[in-house]
């Protein structure tokens, strides 16, 4: 079972920035892929930004432009810098990664507010 520690949540005002970050308890070269998923309130889970291991990434349309994925393999961590927030990324981020099986994090509470 891959560990997963998300960190980096928290408030901010409409139009700031947070990054997070998510540690896995082994090689992020062992991954088929990692990433984040949220759920916003009244919404089931969605995908924001995913890579695989050869390096593709998928974005969400609705962060397109405004969020970043990374990974430091080094570090085994992967990053989602967020930039130019809205009311509507309110949510609880999770961290996501699959090998044969999926993995997730306990989660990371991001508000935005007006």
């Known amino acids: 079972q891959v560990q997963l520690v998300e960190s980096g949540g928290g408030l901010v005002q409409a139009g700031g920035s947070l990054r997070l970050s998510c540690t896995a308890s082994?090689?992020?070269?062992?991954?088929?892929?990692i990433g984040w998923y949220r759920q916003r309130p009244g919404k089931q889970r969605e995908l924001v930004a995913l890579i695989s291991s050869a390096g593709n990434i998928n974005y969400a349309d609705t962060v397109k432009g405004r969020f970043t994925v990374s990974r430091d393999n080094a570090e085994n961590t992967v990053y989602l810098q967020m930039n130019s927030l809205k009311p509507e990324d309110t949510a609880v981020y999770y961290c996501?990664?699959?090998?044969?099986?999926?993995?997730w994090g306990q989660g990371t509470q991001v508000t935005v507010s007006v």
């Open positions: 082994e090689s992020t070269f062992s991954l088929r892929g």
């Open positions: 996501y990664a699959y090998t044969t099986t999926t993995h």
